[in-house]
């Protein structure tokens, strides 16, 4: 009996040891691609979307009072310095609404590396913004006073000690050591954790202390441990899940790839939001916004109203799960919950937690303009929101626009580009982006990673090359500059392609990926522009900015027609859900890429899609490239590519991946999934 227990048990380790190194070793990587496309469609049983939160929602309320900060925010300055945003004062929205004067309360940010000790104080700018519709029956809005400083080391009091420090520096002839000295002791220190509290210390109306962790200083070997990538998030059940899912996979730092709150998807006067705006206010005088939604979004702060269990009850009920014993814990509210659905019915424990603030005080959040973000009011004034309450690295990157900006974070350099402003390759977008790709030295930042909010390659119906002038203006730059990666959103599902230049399969174009699928209120996209009766006309998907400049494809499967027949080429896998992505750059040659879709949240170890990205500079280097970049095609080249036929040890990793991950999912969500064109 016991040495069949003995037997038993030696099975199940030899089992578990075999089954962790498959998956291990079986993440693809882009050197095994191009891939032959893959579709996964939407989950029937899952729902195509949620509805907005209400303003009146215990998570939507402010929870300090007056004066106090709220709707803290951190973003990256420089690899040295941080922005600190937040909010004080009343909003107001109305027929007459008078602006408040930003210089009745201080911006002030105390902050150490001891918690409960701030060494160091810095002071910023502050400002208001309005939203006007003067138009019959419409309201205005007024903001809070915004608030936005830049935290470094610096500080009067510590002149003579830097002083002192570059002179003794100096005297060792190192001027290198001198540089990096100085840079390391005028600014944040890397990777150290700081604690700060932000506000006006005279009313005195201080934050909460709350603390972040410094990114790592450029350089090949130095990387941010997980940077979030999120796009098209609104303010729905679904994007909690969203947000609540990405704490769980504790970023270092987050990329929000436009489309932020949805707030014009609402009349000046609030009430309910809709799915579409077009077709649910036909008779709107111009595209409305509803301005709260925007410190709804920034705030969601915890309450003591959240503990109860009405919240737990809607998420157990959107997610198919049972919760089975709820508890209060200083990280919030911890519950134990069963998957209703799961074979195994295993119970397993997780925290619920608020949205945007409280993540977003502590992790720095770094945004690009979406279509959402326009907002139009009186006198042609546009974007007035997102200008005034997100800081930007603008001035630090020389671009001077909120609009378009890039930063280092650790050996990355990003790439932030703004679709809805000129990015003809004679404006100023394109200027500012030559010469900040002239200036980089991939020594230090060997990756290179761009994110605009419309993708550029996109296979489904939705937006389908609705921002083909931007791609055929800006394209052959950033090949040129070998971007090692493209992030966008604005199509609500997911989507990664193959490497691709002007569509056609390239092992040193750009890794494109999509990920539109916050979980916002217009519901997640299904249909493909290759499914039968789908393709869009020529009239669909008018970019809301710059011209239409759709093309047929002058070669391969799909040449002389709009669409394709099939799933294109350079689409590698694609899937219509909600989620998020984690990028994990490993060292200056490989990054690990995994999309995390909602309904997995409850799952150890499970994920949508997952690749790792390789970098081939030999292989890719400006120079091999020197002839494309003249190039500024409207059609898009003979393919030269095709699909490799998978080798036999990638073909077994496949099915091994699909048994071993697919399957067991497929099988707790208790339904069948229509798989499409599944290959090889
Ligand atoms: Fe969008």
Redesign the pocket.
Known sequence: MELCKLRMAIAIILQMILHVGVISQCIPTTLEGPFMPVTRSFDPSLRRGSDDIPMDDPRLKRNVTSMFPEQIALAISSPTSMWVSWVTGDSQIGLNVTPLDPSTVASEVWYGKESGKYSMQKTGDSMVYSQLYPFEGLQNYTSGIIHHVKIDGKQATQLFSIATYVMLNLLHSDIHAVSIGLFMKIGLEPGTKYYYKCGDSAFPAMSEEQAFQSLPLPGPNTYPSRIAVIG?LGLTSNSTTTIDHLIENDPSMILMV??LTYANQYLTTGGKGASCFSCSFPNAPIRETYQPRWDGWGRAEESEALKGSLWIVERAVREFVTVVRVRESESGVEFEFQCGCSSSGAQESGIMRRFMEPLISRVPMMVIE???EIEPQAAEITFKSYLTRFSVPSEESGSNTNFYYSFDAGGVHFIMLGAYVDYNNTGAQYAWLKKDLLNLDRSITPWLVAAW??PWYNSYSSHYQEFECMRQEMEALLYHYGVDIVLS??VHAYERMNRVYNYTLDPCGPLYITVGDGGNIEQVDVDHADDLGKCPSAGDNVPEFGGVCHLNFSSGPAKGYFCWDRQPEWSAYRESSFGHGILEVLNSTYALWTWHRNQDIYKQDSHGDQIYIVRQPQLCSITSKESDVTILTSQPKETRGGFKIPSFGAFICYLLITTLILLPRTKCMGTGRRGRRVSP
Request: proline residues 10%; negative net charge; glycine residues 30%.
């Open positions: 098209d436009g489309d979406g279509n959402h909010h419309p959103g604005h």
